[in-house]
């Protein structure tokens, strides 16, 4: 079975990369990192420690252990998502029970932006590559390579200013009011909040998007193939919706695929701009308190959240794609 | 029986060439000026590859002004005793900032930085990228291995993740983050060249090259490479554009060099100092909109050079 | 009754560099059951007819001139017509059968699809009249569950055949087929559409630059260059006895095994077809023609007669008007 072996590979060189990531969080976060990050943990949480209680601490998280041996611990930890105690930031808490909680919340936006723009993007560009040179195209190829240039912080920055700061259509941050409320009126608080943030995400990579699926379209009518359906008597609609589209998603795929490490990248300033309680917000508190429990988590969450998008886009692919389904 | 055809084929006959007097090396700049020119031409008729240029070209002569005028008059680090957070006004073009400095003056400082840094560490990105790719792609399957899943490796990371563990590990220093925005973006670069670098190899030159004896680095200097320069350019082109947004994006983390501003920076300030809630648009305005100009114009250079050098047949 | 009958064709293509007549009037007529060879260099226009006659070029390319399928005028078809004539009054067998198949689909749906559309079956007997072309062509009637990237070049390219007949089109035309294959798998092609020709009745338009081809299949030979023909007559005499130089030079440059003529060099021609936008004047061969004279930059040929059932455009043949009444 073709397909089969096809995902056994692509999910083979997942793991490939996966263990050289964590390798590479090995180098940062074990061998190069500054400081002691034991004292650094005592003095956060203002326990009076000795000498003895610290290299005792220090033996119970496994870093008075020769490097090599670390590092297998270390694989180990890491695929078990034990990311130790934070060191700064909650020197009482455990780094996977501070993430848990902020994950729904970055997923759901994430998840939520990004089917969203992939959607718009691709049926837009597929009308806009479909129908070229139209006003319409023009006003949307403009759009889509400002929303491109534009950071999405920039973006986030705007809306507050125009709907909620002068609008007040929407509050200005955060997950949900200060007061709870309860029921249905928490959901309807809840997607109150999460508008806007939704919408920066979006709009800022529903551009890529479109200018691909575009191209891609373009690349494609020009092929004989399309002539052939055309010469054959099928009509415009079923030629784009049969023969060109299905051919045109599949580059489209691959570079939307490419793009998910730049979405990442883009929440974490998203959240800044809203205070969105999630994962980035909680890397920037990290960053500026220099706690590097908390920063190894998210790395490596980040990455594994990648991949595995990645996979999914693999296996979308596959079903779209019979040349490597058989092979 | 065959008949003798009604008639027989014109003899071909060599071209006779004037005397030459121009050196090899002399004819191959003169063959460059005109591959140039050729070039030239072809982008003058692209609208948005002229716009793009045009802003670029502003905006480089802005950073170029910023280099003389940082004394003087301009000079951001003087606080005056200027209003604070003032709306724009004759004296005041762009308003004023916190300390009363001026928004206009931060912003044509920011100018160089924002572009010094951009065009830098797309230049590192470059390199790498270009080298790994030409390594990979030229020499034998393990070597290609090797570097393809490595390769991936920075291809799928999240780069910012990366960028914030390394800038908290070896700090906010204005040229490590170009070292930073350089290595963690040469991925996309390596991919290109290496497939380039493979559809050269397979050409018949390269191998008539090779049967006479010819070096490695013979070929890849003098055939593989120039094949490369032009989508190498133009990816250069878009490569500086990402660069810039990814160091506005450091800096609005508050990860920018704290003594050269770049317009990351300043947007950063802006916002820490409350600039949103207090409406003080101009102060996050500026610099936001120079940033999406000058993204904005590499990118539009970028997609006509892309144009030019990878001309694909489409209908209509 | 002629299947196919063109009169004064002209196609212009609309570039940002200005207008580029591919095809500058050319007349040729097909009858049931026969074979028209149409040769010529790269660029002289050949492909052209073939896309004006199911007007599949793009809305800017201007075509004029008389186009008649089957008696019906195609050019001024509306859009429900044409799309009802396509395949089933002429279907093409493209070249380079590489590209020509939509890689994601099954080659036994791409066939299907041709007769579906015009609602000549339901799906099922459409997928069985898939495998019944499948075996005419010679392959086996369950690779119609295949994808084209799944068969060699030879095969594509009867699956091109096998859906070209789909329809029952009393017109095919076959638009470089054997271009991109090699020499034994070719060989294969051609005989399968001879025999296929021949057993169905059809009138073909068989478009290449290999001239040594078109002999063995054609009933006649129209010969284009720079966008005009500029000789025809029965397949095998304009082969054998060229009366266009140009005729003579492509001839000469496909030798056959045997021939004596080429048993110590084999014949080219020098230099390249013109830029349809740089024509020479007069008549457009001359800048290589080795018989060319003076009045060749100035008088622009027409077919004229050049033997029984043979009409050529060179002022050396013999039904060519005296020089002195054409320069006057």
Not at chain 1, 106 to 129: D, E, N, P, Q
Not at chain 2, 124 to 129: E, K, N, R, V
Not at chain 3, 156 to 180: G, Y
Request: charged share 15%.
């Amino acid at each position: 079975m073709g397909t089969a072996k096809y995902l056994l590979g692509k999910l083979g060189q997942l793991f490939i990369t996966l263990v050289l990531v964590l390798s590479l969080a090995f180098l940062l976060f074990r061998v190069w990192q500054p400081g002691d990050p034991v004292a650094t943990w005592a003095k956060a949480s203002g326990a009076k420690l000795n000498a003895e209680q610290l290299d005792q601490i220090r033996h119970e998280w496994g870093l008075d252990v020769p490097l090599p041996r670390q590092y297998v611990s270390y694989m180990g930890q890491m695929l078990t998502f034990n990311f130790g105690t934070s060191t700064i930031l909650n020197p009482q808490e455990s780094v996977s029970s501070m993430f848990w909680s902020r994950m729904a919340k970055s997923a759901i936006l994430i998840v939520t932006s990004t089917f969203a723009a992939i959607a718009i993007g691709v049926l837009l560009g597929i009308y806009g590559g479909w129908k070229r040179q139209g006003k319409v195209d023009q006003a949307s190829m403009g759009s889509s390579m400002v929303l491109y240039a534009m950071p999405e912080f920039v973006l986030g920055m705007i809306f507050i200013l125009i709907f909620a700061a002068t609008l007040h259509l929407f509050p200005v941050s955060l997950y949900e009011s200060p007061i709870p409320k309860t029921g249905v009126a928490h959901w309807t608080d809840v997607i109150n909040h999460m508008a806007l943030p939704w919408l920066t995400l979006t709009l800022a990579y529903v551009g890529e998007f479109y200018l691909v699926m575009r191209s891609s379209l373009l690349d494609v009518l020009g092929e004989e193939y399309i002539a052939l359906a055309r010469a054959k008597g099928v009509r415009e609609k079923y030629v784009l919706r049969k023969h060109a589209v299905p051919n045109a998603l599949l580059p489209t795929i691959t570079l939307v695929a490419l793009s998910f490490g730049f979405i990442l990248s883009g929440v974490i300033t998203v959240e800044l701009v809203f205070s969105y309680p999630g994962v980035g917000k909680l890397s920037v508190d990290a960053l500026r308190q220099r706690d590097f429990a908390v920063l190894q988590a998210t790395f490596v969450i980040s990455v594994i959240a990648v991949l595995l998008a990645n996979f999914i886009a693999d296996l979308t692919y596959a079903y779209l794609d019979p040349r490597v389904r058989r092979a | 029986m065959k008949t003798e055809p009604a008639i027989t084929a014109p003899e071909i006959q060599a071209p006779v060439l004037p005397p030459n007097k121009l050196t090899p090396r002399q004819l191959r700049w003169a063959r460059r000026r005109r591959t140039l020119g050729r070039f030239w031409q072809q982008f003058r008729q692209s609208k948005m590859g002229m716009i793009g240029l045009a802003i670029l070209i502003f905006y480089a002569g802005v950073a170029i002004f910023s280099i003389f005028a940082s004394k003087g008059a301009l000079d951001p680090t003087i606080t005056t005793n200027g209003p604070r957070l003032a709306g724009p006004s004759l004296h005041y073009p762009l308003g004023t900032q916190i300390d009363g400095i001026s928004v206009l003056s931060l912003t044509i400082e920011g100018a160089r930085i924002s572009l010094f840094v951009g065009l830098s560490a797309a230049l590192i990105s470059m390199l790498l990228g270009t080298l790994i790719g030409m390594w990979a792609g030229y020499k034998s399957s393990v070597h290609d291995a090797i570097l393809m899943r490595i390769t991936d490796v920075f291809l799928v990371l999240p780069w910012l993740a990366l960028a914030i563990v390394l800038a908290a590990m070896f700090g906010q220093n204005f040229w490590i983050i170009i070292i930073i925005i350089g290595l963690t973006s040469w991925a996309g670069t390596a991919r290109l060249v290496r497939a380039q670098v493979l559809s050269v190899k397979e050409r018949t030159y390269i191998e008539r090259s090779r049967a006479l004896g010819a070096s490695d680095a013979h070929v890849v200097i003098k055939h593989i490479t120039p094949n490369l320069m032009p989508i190498i350019f133009a990816n250069t082109i878009l490569t500086i554009a990402i660069a810039i947004l990814s160091e506005s994006q450091l800096s609005f983390l508050g990860l920018g060099d704290p003594n050269a501003k770049s317009w990351g920076t300043l947007i950063e300030e802006a916002f820490n100092h409350g600039a949103l809630t207090l409406h003080a648009w101009w102060w996050l305005m500026a610099p936001s909109i120079s940033i999406v100009l000058v993204v904005l114009g590499f990118t539009m250079v970028g997609f006509a050079m892309d144009e030019i050098v990878n001309p694909r047949i489409r209908e209509r | 009754m002629s299947v196919l009958n063109v009169e004064d064709l002209r196609v212009t293509y609309t570039t940002k560099g200005g207008d580029v007549p591919a095809v500058r009037g050319v007349s040729f007529s097909i009858d049931r059951g026969e074979v028209l060879g149409l040769a010529g260099e790269s660029g002289c226009g050949k492909s052209t007819i073939a896309g004006a006659i199911l007007r599949l070029h793009s809305p800017g390319t201007r075509i004029e001139g008389k186009l008649e399928l089957e008696g019906e005028d195609v050019l001024s078809l509306k859009p429900g017509r044409l799309r009802a004539v396509r395949w089933t009054g002429a279907s093409i067998v493209f070249q380079g059968a590489l590209h020509a198949l939509n890689p994601v689909q099954k080659i036994g749906d791409q066939i299907q699809e041709a007769i579906q559309v015009h609602g000549m079956a339901t799906e099922k007997e459409a997928a069985v009249r898939a495998g019944a072309l499948l075996e005419q062509v010679g392959l086996p009637p369950r690779r119609k569950n295949d994808y084209p990237h799944e068969l060699s070049g030879g095969q594509k390219q009867r699956v091109m055949i096998a859906m070209a007949l789909a329809c029952s089109p009393t017109l095919v035309i076959a638009d470089e087929p054997t271009t991109a294959l090699d020499v034994m798998v070719q060989a294969q092609v051609l005989q399968l559409l001879r025999s296929l020709q021949h057993d169905l009745g059809l009138a073909m338009l068989f478009i290449t630059h290999d001239l040594s081809v078109l002999v063995d299949v054609s009933d006649r030979l129209a010969i284009m260059y720079a966008g005009k023909i500029v000789e025809e007559g029965k397949a095998n005499e304009v082969f054998h006895a060229p009366q266009h130089p140009y005729t003579a030079a492509l001839a000469a440059a496909f030798p056959e095994i045997g021939d004596t003529r080429f048993r110590h060099k084999p014949a080219g021609l020098g230099g390249d077809p013109p830029d349809p936008q740089l024509i020479p004047s007069g008549c457009p061969f001359h800048p290589r023609c080795a018989r060319a004279i003076d009045a060749c930059r100035t008088v622009v040929p027409e077919l004229w007669d050049a033997g029984a059932d043979r009409r050529a455009a060179c002022v050396h043949v013999a039904g060519a008007p005296s020089l002195d009444s054409v320069m006057s």
